[in-house]
Nanobody, 127 residues
């Protein structure tokens, strides 16, 4: 049974930083695609960044390019999202997602392609 547990959210001023963590358990994740999504009130869940666990290849969506970085720690089975230069429009619930199918990498921005989700962590950026 795969479990994903996010932590690290909170309230921060614009321009500040936060690091989100996603602790993964229940499987060997070497073949997994891991991703972060976010969802603001009244909006659809949107892709933020993804990582191929086995190779650590990463990709970010345009609106976080240069500000957010996804990474993973093999020893801790944890995926991180380092968020710098935060803006009020980054306010959302951030979700960690995982899928065991390598082909998910080629449609990584679609939340419907991920089988496993964490409970979410709230990030609020004040202006």
């Amino acid at each position: 049974q795969v479990q994903l547990v996010e932590s690290g959210g909170g309230l921060v001023q614009a321009g500040g930083s936060l690091r989100l963590s996603c602790a993964a358990s229940g499987r060997t994740f070497s073949g997994f695609v891991m991703a972060w999504f976010r969802q603001a009130p009244g909006k659809a869940r949107e892709f933020v960044a993804a990582l191929r666990w086995i190779s650590a290849i990463t990709v970010n969506t345009d609106f976080v390019q240069g500000r957010f970085t996804i990474s993973r720690d093999n020893a801790k089975n944890t995926v991180y999202l380092q968020m710098n230069s935060l803006k009020p429009e980054d306010t959302a619930v951030y979700y960690c997602a995982a899928d065991s199918r390598p082909a998910t990498w080629y449609s990584r921005t679609n939340p419907g392609n991920y089988d496993y989700w964490g409970q979410g962590t709230q990030v609020t950026v004040s202006s």
